[in-house]
């Protein structure tokens, strides 16, 4: 019977929440789109903090090398200039012959000047690879494949000319854009603004693969016309020498071997890498993890002030509910149902808007900043929108009416 | 039960009035002793002051809105109380309806000391004993003449079907039985009030409390609304608090306040 009665009641309060709902369709509209808002702010922005964390777990991820030999400090968005690893055809081609080794090669970046006219340079950076492979993704055209392998050997010094031999470069798609350069066409390239009218380098294909991870608009060129374009042949200097080990091979073990091997330099496994890169940007983790928290925290700061102006709204009819008898539970009920219809469209709408905006913001950040996809949405994004909208807002909302139901008094009555 | 113009046979879905304050008393096993079978609400020496723990207004000010305050009202008589703004009417009427619990001395309704009860337990006497009507009326806009006339069955768990028929009938009673179906906002200020005393006495309570019950309304339409209330109020307890000589002209008696004092008891 009890059951019953309570079966009644909560029938009665849906009926009741509904009708207060309909009663100020404009209003409820409102309350909606501020839920959406909220939903937004937590999709988005947590969105970002994810994609702060992930563009650079990617990048190293993309690159699938197991084995990352560098010196410090990791900073490949700074250390370009730098490219500490001496002779490093050298250590690749020793660290080649190791059995638990598939692979080696060096990586080098240099800041250069580009342009179609050598007078009209623009600064950007350069990633010295051997060549590109499927994973560059190309807009337009294709890769290079240098001859020099530094895997087979072929990596002494009289086997590299002091002067670029490929001239063939894959431009970043904005740096394309901004020099209105396409496949086929040729661009200057320095490593100052002087030696660059020197250097003619064929565009050959645009991809954004090295950008995505330097943060930056980034070229790939050949290693060897890199170093030639820089004067470090003879030295033959790089920023990193990754390492693939063999199908079997632990690369823990290959990493505590090499380090031992090369005690100068910094080996780690491409996890270590990504950690260590973080521990270089404690900014971009301190950014990734606020960005998270102030979703949660802005998110929930606007559900609970919703849903109390939405009580508070209703506190004169709250406050003649309460004195014809109807008890605080009942009073709750009835903004608990209206925050959770609120919530479940508000919530929907937000994950709705939520892939649409993100593509936009991507659009526009990429546009600006040069990063692919920053703004990044996996699915436990969507579920803590959905999880805020329709938990935080039906539990704010039976609280903040179980809190009217108490200060429901006489006063709201008088007036 | 009250012996109001409503056939009770009419409302039997629930357990009502005496028989659920039996229940309350029993349970608590706090009734007063002593008290005239046909005393519905005693007052014994409340004081009340705002500001205080029984209080809401925060602050350091207090403000004694009621002291030592002695009354009783019996069943089938109708009680006025009159008195300037601020005297303590409507802190009474709180009183007894138990939305208010006073600083001091003892308020029974039926016997039952409401002061000594839980909240929980207060408004549950409210919604079985106590029919409330206001000046503004407070019925809820979103809601048909019906519905609202319905609201105070749905705590006590009355069956959808059962409860549209209790609304009905009680709104043919006030003569509004055209209206039924009618919004808050559709309906004229004597309407409104009618309804509002619909559903005031949908419970069949043995006390009405209505405050300033004409306050929003022409002088013939508070005139009807007036008749309407002393014809529901014959043996039931009605409290009236108004300014208005007129209406204060239907009480049996009329209890005068000032500056929270009782004044005048026209016994």
Same mark, same amino acid.
Request: glycine content about 10%.
């Given at each position: 019977?009890s ?20 009663? #100020?369709p404009g209003?409820t ?5 501020a839920?959406?808002?909220a939903?937004?702010?937590?999709t988005l922005? @947590?969105?970002l903090?994810?994609?702060?964390v992930?563009?650079?777990? %990617?990048?190293?991820?993309n ?5 990352w030999?560098?010196?410090d400090?990791i900073?490949p968005?700074?250390s370009?200039?730098e490219?500490?690893?001496?002779g ?7 660290i ?16 250069v000047?580009?342009g179609? %006219?050598?007078? %009209?340079?623009?600064?950007t ?20 494949e240098? =001859?020099?392998? @530094? ?9 590299? @000319?002091?002067?670029?031999t #490929? =001239? ?6 904005n740096t ?8 086929g ?8 603004? =002087?030696?660059?009218?020197?250097h ?7 991809a ?7 943060g ?5 060129v ?11 042949t003879?030295?033959?200097r790089?920023?990193?020498?990754t390492?693939?080990?063999?199908d ?7 990493? %505590?071997d ?23 940007r ?9 960005l ?10 606007l559900?609970?002030? $919703?849903?109390?102006?939405v ?5 004169? =009819? $709250?406050?003649a ?9 009942v ?15 508000g919530?929907?709408?937000g994950l709705?808007?939520?892939?649409l ?7 526009l ?8 996809s920053?703004?990044q ?14 938990v935080?807002g039906?539990?704010?909302a039976?609280?903040?009416g179980?809190?009217?139901g108490r200060?429901?008094?006489l ?5 | ?13 629930? &357990?009502?009035?005496n *028989? ?13 002793t002593?008290?005239? &079978? ?10 009340h002051?705002y ?7 925060g602050?350091?000010r ?7 305050v ?9 009680v006025?109380?009159?008195? &300037? ?13 138990g939305?208010l /619990? ?11 000391d ?6 929980r ?7 079985? *004993?106590?029919?409330?009507?206001f000046?503004?009326? *407070?019925?809820?806009p979103?809601?048909?003449a ?23 009938t009680l ?6 039985a055209?209206?039924?179906? *009618? ?18 006495l ?6 009405? /409390? ?7 309304l ?11 209330l ?5 043996n039931?307890?009605v ?10 002209s239907?009480?049996?008696?009329v ?13």
């Amino acid at each position: 019977m009890s059951l019953r009665r309570a079966a009644i009641r909560t029938k009665a309060v849906v009926g009741l929440a509904f009708a207060q709902l309909r009663r #100020s369709p404009g209003r409820t509209a409102l309350t909606v789109l501020a839920v959406t808002l909220a939903v937004l702010s937590v999709t988005l922005l @947590a969105g970002l903090g994810v994609g702060v964390v992930q563009t650079g777990e %990617d990048g190293l991820e993309n690159a699938n090398r197991d084995i990352w030999i560098s010196s410090d400090p990791i900073d490949p968005s700074a250390s370009g200039t730098e490219n500490p690893i001496v002779g490093s055809h050298g250590v690749s081609a020793d660290i080649t012959e190791r059995e638990d080794i598939s692979s080696a090669s060096p990586i080098a970046m240099h800041d250069v000047y580009l342009g179609t %006219d050598e007078d %009209d340079l623009v600064r950007t950076s350069a990633v010295g690879v051997h060549e590109t492979h499927d994973g560059f993704d190309f807009e337009a055209g294709s890769g290079f494949e240098t =001859e020099i392998n @530094a895997s087979d050997g072929e990596h002494l010094e009289h086997q590299r @000319a002091s002067e670029p031999t #490929s =001239e063939e470069i894959v431009l970043d798609p904005n740096t394309a854009e901004r020099l209105d350069v396409s496949v086929g066409e040729t661009v200057y390239l320095g490593t100052s603004r =002087e030696t660059a009218r020197d250097h003619e380098f064929t565009v050959v294909g645009i991809a954004a693969y090295y950008s995505q991870y330097l943060g930056s608009d980034a070229e790939a060129v050949p290693l060897t016309d890199l170093q030639a374009v820089a004067g470090t042949t003879r030295t033959d200097r790089a920023t990193f020498i990754t390492a693939s080990v063999d199908d079997g091979s632990d690369p823990a073990v290959v990493r %505590d071997d090499l380090s031992a091997a090369y005690p100068t330099y910094d080996v780690r496994t491409s996890d270590e890498q990504v950690s260590a890169m973080f521990e270089e940007r404690p900014l971009v983790l301190a950014s990734g993890a606020t960005l998270v928290g102030l979703a949660f925290v802005g998110g929930i700061v606007l559900t609970i002030n $919703l849903f109390a102006l939405v009580a508070y709204q209703q506190r004169d =009819e $709250l406050a003649a509910l309460r004195a014809i008898g109807l008890s605080r539970w009942v009073l709750a009920g009835t903004i608990g149902v209206q925050g959770f219809v609120i919530g479940l469209l508000g919530g929907l709408a937000g994950l709705a808007a939520t892939p649409l905006l993100a593509r936009g913001l991507n659009l526009l950040v990429s546009s600006v900043v040069g990063f692919d996809s920053l703004l990044q949405t996996p699915l436990e994004v969507y579920g803590i929108g959905l999880a805020l909208a329709l938990v935080v807002g039906t539990v704010v909302a039976l609280a903040t009416g179980w809190r009217a139901g108490r200060y429901a008094r006489l006063e709201h009555l008088e007036g | 039960m009250a012996a109001c113009a409503i056939d009770p046979s009419e409302l039997n879905a629930e &357990p009502m009035s005496n *028989h659920a304050l039996e229940q309350v008393v029993s349970a608590t096993g706090q009734a007063s002793t002593g008290t005239e &079978p046909t005393t519905a609400v005693r007052l014994e020496t409340v004081t009340h002051e705002y500001g205080s723990s029984g209080g809401h207004t925060g602050g350091d000010r207090v403000v004694t809105a009621l002291q030592n305050v002695s009354m009783a009202v019996q069943l089938g008589e109708i009680v006025g109380l009159a008195g &300037p703004s601020g005297s303590g009417k409507s802190t009474i009427l709180h009183t007894v309806s138990g939305l208010l /619990v006073p600083t001091d001395g003892s308020v029974e309704l039926l016997g039952t000391d409401l002061t000594t009860l839980s909240d929980r337990r207060r408004t549950r006497l409210r919604r079985q *004993h106590i029919g409330i009507v206001f000046q503004r009326f *407070h019925l809820l806009p979103s809601l048909s003449a019906r519905a609202n006339v319905a609201l105070p069955l749905v705590q006590a768990g009355v069956p959808t079907a059962t409860r549209r028929e209790r609304a009905e009938t009680l709104l043919e009673r006030v003569g509004l039985a055209d209206r039924t179906g *009618h919004l808050p906002g559709e309906l004229s200020g004597g309407e409104r009030q009618r309804v509002a005393i619909a559903r005031a006495l949908v419970t069949d309570p043995d006390v009405i /409390v209505a405050d300033e019950p004409t306050g929003e309304l022409d002088t013939a339409t508070g005139a009807d609304v007036l008749d309407l209330l002393t014809d529901i109020g014959r043996n039931r307890a009605v409290l009236v608090a108004s300014h208005d000589d007129a209406t204060l002209s239907v009480a049996d008696r009329v209890v005068e306040l000032r500056d929270g004092q009782v004044s005048t008891d026209g016994r």
